[in-house]
DNA sequence: TACATACAC
DNA sequence: AATGGTGTATGTA
């Protein structure tokens, strides 16, 4: 009959029209009703202003890809160049090999659907029932939630559409923290210096434990990662999965293959991890998302294996940067270290999204309360910013921001938030808008003895003249910071000091040169 | 430096 | 009726 592939085929515009957003494939969604869900995404979405961008982007897309094509196709009718370009990638190979490290093992942790875990945990009549937390748009959801096509990052009202029971529950930071903190205390154990990436996972090099257990081999492993993993249960009754592998791109890869509740391992050989890799989807390799994956279908790369059998291509019509990133990735090849200094945080930001408004006085008033909270947020971590930063995102979705950089540096709420209706005014008029965000970057961090000198620092603009008589004041910028003075020799030595001997010293000049953190530093 | 984009969780 | 919030890195002008 025709009729199966009349649907087929409907289902396939559907799915182009929809995007693969939701319907990519991830843990749980083996078995889904592929053709349904995205039937019900695109009746509640066709109409939205959210999806008419989406749909906008999706053709930016396509046609990038068709250009970045027809540029390679271009370059492959040129001898010379691919001669050229021949030369350079052999070269590049041979490097990245150099830059193979079989020697450590790592362990990527990931907890099972951590926030409705826990939730389910702690309530566990709600075990069978499908089950997702979040408010606006799901966090995550249970497995039991997944065979409906739910998906964190979808909106609620999609995903209850899809399952009429499906239990939403707004969730609980502050309880995901506490379990954050237990297992993290025993990733110590196993690696002091252990890198957590957002509350549920953690990346650990493990290699210092299994040689002092005399045990560096496949078998002490498995069972390290075993014994990791049981002791998160035994701490907190949750279960997680593990990928173990010479480096943490493997190991972050491996720790989805048996989730959940299981674990990877990928074998300490090169022939072998390229053997895995190669018939790996390319949306596997983190970093690699939506849009990178839409230019490598435009040139038909699909899996690891095609980027390796397309290097050609890809060294003529990406970037070297992303070229190197691209194969090294495919090659299994990426940091074994974990980076070398702790990094301190670079940008304080909020936001927040509302009906669609065009009142200005709401919008300043929510950017008085995002000032206070960072400035209190500042103080706390005794740091200083230089720049300010407001961001909208208008009724049609669209983002915009605008941010100016002082001549000095700023703690303040009062100033923070004078840059930021400084900036608002500029947009003036304004379209409606449906998020509005603030940030301070180009922070300067301090020490815990240096909150007095912030606070004092953050006083100086609202206090240009003294009104106590017999006091002398003079006025003066601060060669380091270059903040103005107008209060005695004295607070002006001390804070120069400072200045001079705690504060500038932090700022890094290090220039990193990859593009992200699974490529050596 | 300013702004936009991509990505992760 | 309805599609989040916080942070990092990078490309480009």
Request: net charge neutral; charged share 30%.
């Amino acid at each position: 009959s025709v009729r199966p592939l009349i649907s087929k085929i409907s289902c396939l515009l559907i799915e182009m029209e929809v995007g693969v957003k939701y319907t990519g494939e991830k843990a749980g969604m083996k078995n889904v009703d592929r053709e349904r869900i995205n039937q019900i995404i695109y009746e509640l979405s066709k109409d939205s202003e959210y999806f008419k961008l989406e749909q906008r982007k999706k053709e930016e897309l396509d046609s990038k890809a068709r250009s970045t094509q027809e540029r390679i196709q271009e370059l492959l009718k040129d001898p010379l160049k691919v001669q050229e370009a021949s030369v350079q990638i052999a070269a590049k190979l041979q490097a990245y090999e150099d830059e193979r490290t079989l020697e450590e093992t790592w362990i990527h942790i990931d907890m099972d659907m951590f926030y409705a875990q826990v939730e389910i945990r702690d309530e566990p009549n709600l075990e069978e029932k499908p089950v997702a937390v979040g408010s606006g748009v799901v966090s995550t959801a249970n497995y039991v939630a997944r065979q409906y096509g739910i998906r964190s990052a979808m909106p609620c009202f999609i995903a209850k559409k899809l399952c009429e029971d499906l239990i939403i529950l707004p969730g609980n930071r502050q309880k995901y923290c506490d379990e954050a903190s237990a297992i993290r205390e025993i990733f110590r154990e196993y690696d002091p210096e252990f890198e957590s990436a957002g509350l549920d996972e953690a990346y650990l090099c493990v290699t210092k434990v299994l040689e002092e257990r005399e045990e560096n081999n496949k078998e002490g492993r498995l069972k390290i990662a075993q014994e990791i993993r049981a002791k998160v249960y035994d701490a907190t009754r949750l279960t997680c999965s593990a990928g173990i592998a010479p480096n943490k791109m493997l190991a972050k890869i491996g720790s989805e293959m048996n989730k959940p509740n299981g674990q990877f391992y990928i074998e300490f050989n090169r022939e072998e991890i390229v053997d895995f890799l190669s018939n790996l989807s390319v949306r596997k390799v983190p970093f690699i998302g939506y849009t990178t994956e839409g230019l490598l279908k435009g040139i038909g790369v699909n899996t690891c294996r095609d980027i390796l059998n397309k290097k050609l291509e890809i060294f003529l019509g990406f970037t070297e940067r992303c070229f190197d990133f691209l194969v090294s990735s495919a090659l299994g090849i990426s940091s074994a270290e974990h980076p070398s200094e702790k990094e301190q945080k670079k940008m304080i930001s909020l936001s927040k999204t509302f009906k669609t408004t065009k009142s200005t006085c709401f919008l300043e008033n929510m950017l008085m309360s995002f000032s206070r909270e960072i400035a209190e947020e500042m103080s706390e971590t005794c740091c200083i910013a230089k720049t300010v930063g407001i961001i909208f995102k208008n009724f049609k979705f669209e983002q915009f921001s605008k941010e100016l950089t002082l001549k000095h540096y700023i703690n303040t709420k009062e100033e923070i938030f004078e840059e930021a209706s400084k900036l608002l005014r500029s947009f003036y008029p304004l379209d409606p808008v449906r998020l509005v965000g603030l940030r301070v970057r180009n922070l300067l961090h301090g020490k815990e003895k240096d909150k007095d000198l912030n606070f004092y620092l953050s006083q100086q603009s609202s206090q240009s003249t003294c009104k106590k008589p017999g006091i002398k004041l003079f006025r003066q910028r601060c060669p380091v910071c270059n903040k103005e003075f107008t209060q005695s020799e004295n607070w002006m030595n001390t804070h120069t000091q400072v200045c001079n001997t705690e504060v500038l010293p932090k700022k890094r000049k290090v220039q990193s040169n990859s593009i992200h953190k699974y490529l050596k530093r």
